[in-house]
């Protein structure tokens, strides 16, 4: 019996940018990148990029079924139903474009 393989699929590109100690911490939490910068701009454009060469490398070298590899579970329970959420720039990665929900975590709502 001859296994089809299934289409690879990226997920949403969910992230969350933190400020924490007066730097800017992004963080893709569908594939446990971390990027930390001293602008919040400068922090989101070194992930973007960041993910595109991670997945671009993991589909080079069909490891398709290893490149989603979330964050750990007390990262995604940062995100409440409070969170700020918004639909950042959409990202093309190997000609897919994928859209980017950006959640906007307070150093303060971390500490509470």
Aim: glycine letters at 4%; a negative charge.
């Amino acid at each position: 019996m001859r296994r089809t393989k299934k289409p690879f699929n990226l997920p949403m590109m969910l992230t969350h940018l933190m400020r924490h100690d007066g730097k800017y911490v992004a963080h893709s939490l569908d594939f446990d990148i971390v990027c930390v910068a001293d602008e919040e701009k400068e922090a989101t454009e070194k992930l973007r990029l960041a993910i595109k060469t991670y997945v671009e490398f993991g589909l080079s070298n069909g490891w398709e079924e290893s490149i989603v590899f979330p964050a750990p579970q007390e990262v995604w329970d940062m995100l409440t139903p409070e969170t700020p959420l918004q639909l950042g720039p959409p990202l093309i990665i190997a000609g897919m474009e994928r859209k980017v929900v950006e959640a906007d975590i307070s150093e303060d709502s971390v500490a509470a």
